[in-house]
C-alpha cells in the first residue's frame, strides 16, 4: 500500500490490512464462481454466466449501502459485501447445476 500513500498515512493502511483480510479470506469464492462461469459458457449456457454475474455484482453494490450504514459495520461493510456477493452467487450457481444437471449438456 505504500505504494499509493505515505507511510505515515498509518490509518488509511490499516484500513487497507482490514480489507485484504478479509478479501483475500474468502478469495476461494471467486475462484469457484470463475469456474461456474466456464462451466457454463462451455455447455451453452451462457446467460447462467450473466446471470451470476448480475447476482455477484449487484448483492454487492445493494449490501454495500446496506452495511456501511450500519454503525457496527462502517466502511468494513463494503469489504464484506464483495465475499457475500461471490458467495450467493457460487450457491446459484451450484444449485441451478443440480437442480436442471440431468438436462444439461455434460
Request: no cysteine.
Amino acid at each position: 500500500m505504500s505504494l499509493f500513500i505515505d507511510a505515515g498515512e498509518t490509518a488509511v493502511i490499516a484500513e487497507g490490512v482490514r480489507y485484504l483480510r478479509i478479501e483475500g479470506s474468502f478469495y476461494f469464492l471467486i475462484g469457484g464462481l470463475f469456474l461456474l462461469y466456464g462451466l457454463y459458457r462451455a455447455i451453452g449456457k451462457p446467460g447462467m454466466s450473466v446471470i451470476l454475474t448480475i447476482v455477484s455484482l449487484g448483492t454487492r453494490v445493494a449490501l454495500s449501502y446496506t452495511l456501511s450504514a450500519i454503525p457496527a459495520f462502517g466502511v468494513a461493510g463494503i469489504w464484506w459485501s464483495v465475499p457475500i456477493g461471490w458467495l450467493l452467487a457460487d450457491v446459484l450457481g451450484v444449485a441451478y447445476y443440480f437442480v436442471n444437471r440431468k438436462k444439461l449438456a455434460i
